[in-house]
Antibody, heavy 122, light 108 residues
């Protein structure tokens, strides 16, 4: 069964870079024709798609975040990562790594990590 | 961006009630709509995809209808485990994928 687990610092200073890693178990990110993605949820608010990366390395980003976001794969560790630059308090959120159940489409999300709260504060 | 508008934002209901949540898209998304349930402190759980297809393991009291710009999620007989927040999500346009603002189903 596929499992996703987010990890990374829970506190980031304003203007710095938020970095999170999603460790995948139960599937190989390099041999699985799936997209791997990130979604965030500010405390008490709704869901925002950040972006997704195909197993081949093709990326799609939310235009509202595109200038600050990089999603990448580390196939040697079966992980994918999120970097969000120049963070402000508005980037404080629970960050989820996600994967659709069906191949070759960003689509909808069957699999979610448990979420990682990242607070931006000095 | 395709805007997704859910109504109501909060819904008070009793166990056994039939509950309907509406999601409207700012432009046609065909049937490329998913519904999720989220409980406090937990990740969202997929309930329905392609507007009306029930995800495996989801109770049959959940159903979805709609196409184009108007969609509904119905819970035929509300159970104690169903008190949660529900979100719709369009996946017709990847630039960007967008979610509705959520509907909180609370105990009356």
């Amino acid at each position: 069964q596929l499992q996703l687990q987010e990890s990374g610092p829970g506190l980031v200073k304003p203007s710095e870079t938020l970095s999170l890693t999603c460790t995948v178990s139960g599937a190989s990110i390099s041999r699985s024709s799936h997209y791997w993605g990130w979604i965030r949820q500010p405390p008490g608010k709704g869901l925002e798609w950040i972006g997704s990366i195909y197993y081949s390395g093709t990326t799609y980003y939310n235009p509202s975040l595109k200038s600050r976001v990089t999603i990448s794969l580390d196939t040697s560790k079966n992980q994918f990562s999120l970097k969000l630059r120049s963070v402000t308090a508005a980037d404080t959120a629970v960050y989820y790594c996600v994967r659709p159940g069906i191949m070759a489409t960003i689509g909808y999300f069957d699999f979610w990590g448990q979420g990682a709260l990242v607070t931006v504060s000095s | 961006d395709i805007q997704m508008t859910q109504s109501p934002s909060t819904l008070s209901a009793s166990v056994g009630d039939r509950v309907t949540i509406t999601c409207r898209a700012s432009q046609s998304i065909s049937n490329l709509l998913a519904w999720y349930q989220q409980k406090p402190g937990k990740a969202p759980k997929l309930l329905i995809y392609k507007a009306s297809s029930l995800e495996s393991g989801v109770p049959s009291r959940f159903s979805g209808t709609g196409s184009g710009t108007e969609f509904t999620l119905t819970i035929s007989s509300l159970q104690p485990d169903d008190f949660a927040t529900y979100y719709c999500q369009q996946y017709s346009d990847f630039s960007p994928l967008t979610f509705g603002g959520g509907t909180n189903v609370e105990i009356k």
